[in-house]
T-cell receptor, first 113, second 113 residues
Framework: DTGVSQDPRHKITKRGQNVTFRCDPI?????LYWYRQTLGQGPEFLTY????????KSRLLSDRFSAERPKGSFSTLEIQRTEQGDSAMYLC???????????FGPGTRLTVT | AQSVTQLGSHVSVSEGALVLLRCNYS??????LFWYVQYPNQGLQLLLK??????LVKGINGFEAEFKKSETSFHLTKPSAHMSDAAEYFC???????????FGAGTILRVKS
């Protein structure tokens, strides 16, 4: 069990640039979740996938954000035209199925300058 | 809608003393409840979960929590704090077989030698 991995661990970008993050879930897990965590707050749900289907998106996920999970394996989260308010830790989690424990990756820390 | 309130953003205890981290929840349906721990620059690790079985739940590292429906609480305790327990702790709620976790703002635990 190699756990959930995320890449990169840190990203510094200038305002207005696009960024893409990758998440590799635990191999047999068919559910994948994205959360955002800002300083001093708990993680907030962004979106989740059941295999390759994106089944729910939070209102936090503006039209500048897009997530994909091609072939139900790894997932990417893209932020277009980044803003300083996008600076946060982006966490990915996976679970075997609905209602099961969510296993979290180490996160990608985004800093927008 | 579901929500979580963690009382006390910072808690400080002496090594060997009782740890008590408070969590109150709001849920319109019988909830699943979780405690996660986060060490600096790491993802979240599940300590324990309540899924409508026994109200006293035992987790890893000597932690336990008791579900009290009448008080809408799920406080986390450990009889004797260790230096290694210093971290940030998050309480989270989801509906049964839910798709996402709703987290509290977190409590930073400091352990004094």
């Amino acid at each position: 069990d190699t756990g959930v991995s995320q890449d990169p661990r840190h990203k510094i970008t200038k305002r207005g640039q696009n960024v893409t993050f990758r998440c590799d879930p635990i191999s047999e897990h068919n559910r994948l979740y994205w959360y955002r965590q800002t300083l001093g707050q708990g993680p907030e749900f962004l979106t989740y996938f059941q295999n390759e289907a994106q089944l729910e998106k939070s209102r936090l996920l503006s039209d500048r954000f897009s997530a994909e999970r091609p072939k139900g394996s790894f997932s990417t989260l893209e932020i277009q035209r980044t803003e300083q308010g996008d600076s946060a830790m982006y966490l990915c989690a996976s679970s075997l199925t609905i209602g099961e424990e969510q296993y979290f990756g180490p996160g990608t820390r985004l800093t927008v300058t | 809608a579901q929500s979580v309130t963690q009382l006390g953003s910072h808690v400080s205890v002496s090594e060997g003393a009782l740890v008590l981290l408070r969590c109150n929840y709001s849920s319109s349906v019988p909830p699943y409840l979780f405690w996660y721990v986060q060490y600096p620059n790491q993802g979240l690790q599940l300590l324990l979960k309540y899924t409508s079985a026994a109200t006293l739940v035992k987790g890893i590292n000597g932690f336990e929590a008791e579900f009290k429906k009448s008080e809408t609480s799920f406080h986390l305790t450990k009889p004797s704090a260790h230096m290694s327990d210093a971290a940030e702790y998050f309480c989270a709620v989801s509906p049964p077989y839910g798709n996402k976790l709703v987290f509290g703002a977190g409590t930073i635990l400091r352990v004094k030698s």
